[in-house]
């Protein structure tokens, strides 16, 4: 799949890597986090810019990265996850806070520099394998020839999880990129 994807999403994925290997993120594998901290890191690609017309231009990004870090202390549960938790009764910020107070600050969230045990290189976790995925049906939907760094955007907001969260909480949804991409908003949501 990867000779069908073009310079900007090849350099998202490996900017995903990087994040991974400096820590920033979390874990040992590739997630859709790291795919969308890698595509919050590009300018004057397709996706820079239609993330800027939507009101997320370089300088605006922060607030998201922040809401993703604030996720990962949550163990990388969405609000959802949270309040169906707090409908059981579990309320995730006072265990986060009684996990951190024993083991320290980023502890649920896999941002601990105690890493000793393990050594090597990153793989793609699921979350990551299925933002993959989901560009491909996203370019294919479009009638894409190419998977650009446009259609690994348009593939968070199509998977259920924090990115997708995250991004519509900043006016970045499927129907608003396709707008903005394609100039319509009729189209099928793929996958």
Known sequence: MFERFTKDARDVVKGAFAHVERGGGGGQSVEAEHLLLALLDREGSRASFALAALGLGPEEREPVR?????ARRRAGLSRAESDALAGLGIDVAEIVARVEEVHGVGAMSGDRKDTRWWSGRPSFGRGAKDVLERSLRA???QRDRHIGDEHLLLALTMRPGVPAE???DHGVTYASLVRVLYGGG???KAG
Do not use: D, I
């Not at 922040?66 to 604030?70: G, N, P």
């Open 166 to 168: 995250v991004l519509a």
């Open 139 to 141: 370019a294919l939907a």
């Open 186 to 188: 009729g189209e099928a």
């Open 66 to 70: 922040e809401a993703l870090a604030e």
